[in-house]
């Protein structure tokens, strides 16, 4: 029973690594990636300036709102 169980760990380890593959190459994660990464950024910086932190949901509605489309438009222009 554990050779079994130890067989379908090894598969769903495979299956995660193939994923995990995947992602890397993927543009679409990598954007997400870089949005996050934005995101983030922009999270401790606005906390910083308000003295107390923000939250993720409100740093994202806010750099949606007011900074995604100037942050997409520079990084086409890079050519990223």
């Known amino acids: 029973m554990l050779g079994?169980?130890?067989a379908k760990w090894a598969?769903?380890?495979e299956k995660d690594k193939l994923t995990d593959a995947?992602?890397?190459?993927?543009s679409l994660y990598?954007?997400?990636l870089a949005e996050r990464e934005e995101v983030l950024r922009h999270k401790w910086l606005e906390s910083e300036r308000v003295?107390?932190?923000i939250g993720f949901e409100r740093a994202l509605m806010d750099w949606v709102?007011?900074?995604r489309t100037k942050w997409r438009k520079s990084r086409q222009?890079?050519?990223?």
Request: hydrophobic share 40%; charged share 25%; aromatic share 4%.
């Open 11 to 13: 598969m769903v380890d």
């Open 77 to 80: 222009a890079a050519g990223e």
């Open 22 to 26: 995947l992602l890397e190459k993927s």
């Open 65 to 67: 709102l007011n900074h």
């Open 51 to 53: 003295g107390r932190d």
């Open 4 to 6: 079994s169980a130890a």
């Open 30 to 32: 990598q954007q997400y």
